[in-house]
């Protein structure tokens, strides 16, 4: 009965590779979000869709797609990693204007 | 635009005591305020939010907030602290209008509790 779910937990991996993150809702809300949270605990918008729509983008390089092929996923493709990615990625869903419910977040980690 | 500034990286209380965390908000149009708690390893959880009804607003574990125009703050409370309240504080301000509902998040306020 997982409300907002993310996988992998947790990802380590090389830089310069490219790696996909998995979020998904049970809510029925029509908006998701992507947030990072940097080593001082952090916490900034990347990316919003709604209704499979991109709201939000903010300076993220474009090393960051997102993609969203229902109301229900919202997925974040990183290509070239660099060391400065790692970081918590938090998924987010709201019905849109109400409270944001988040994800348990994916630890990513690039050596 | 819209920013939070959070007063105070660390706080410790011991248990029983009274919690206070300050949150102080700047926007340029009616804000809506929000608490988020997040434990070790997990996902940020509500805690209460205000979106322009009453002043006072209560939420869960038995914290609330107030919101104060004058003082551009929505501090956070309890009044007494439980060991279980450990945790990282985020105060998050967004628009009330409009199609842009991303939160701004301030930088977050460690809270111990000493037994």
């Known amino acids: 009965d997982t409300a907002v779910s993310q996988t992998p937990k947790y990802l380590v991996t090389q830089m310069g590779n490219d790696k996909s993150i998995k979020c998904e809702q049970n809510l029925g809300h029509d908006t998701m979000y992507w947030y990072k949270q940097d080593s001082k605990k952090f916490l900034k918008i990347m990316f919003s869709y709604n209704n499979k729509e991109l709201i939000i983008n903010e300076t993220v390089p474009n090393r960051f797609s997102p993609k969203s092929p229902d109301k229900a996923h919202l997925n974040l493709h990183i290509n070239s990693l660099e060391l400065g990615d790692s970081a918590v990625y938090f998924c987010a869903s709201s019905q849109t204007a109400n409270e944001q419910f988040f994800g348990p977040g994916t630890r990513l980690t690039v050596l | 635009a819209q920013s939070v500034t959070q007063l105070g990286s660390h706080v410790s209380v011991s248990e029983g005591a009274l919690v206070l965390l300050r949150c102080n908000y700047s926007?340029?149009?009616?804000?809506?305020l929000f608490w988020y708690v997040q434990y070790p390893n997990q996902g940020l959880q509500l805690l209460l939010k205000?979106?322009?009804?009453?002043?006072l607003v209560k939420g869960i574990n038995g914290f609330e907030a107030e919101f104060k125009k004058s003082e551009t703050s929505f501090h956070l409370t309890k009044p007494s602290a439980h060991m279980s309240d450990a945790a990282e504080y985020f105060c998050?301000?967004?628009?009330?209008?409009?199609?842009?509902?991303?939160?701004?998040f301030g930088k977050g306020t460690l809270l111990t509790v000493n037994p």
């Open positions: 205000y979106t322009s009804a009453a002043t």
């Open positions: 926007s340029s149009v009616p804000p809506y």
């Open positions: 998050a301000v967004r628009r009330s209008g409009g199609s842009n509902y991303k939160l701004t």
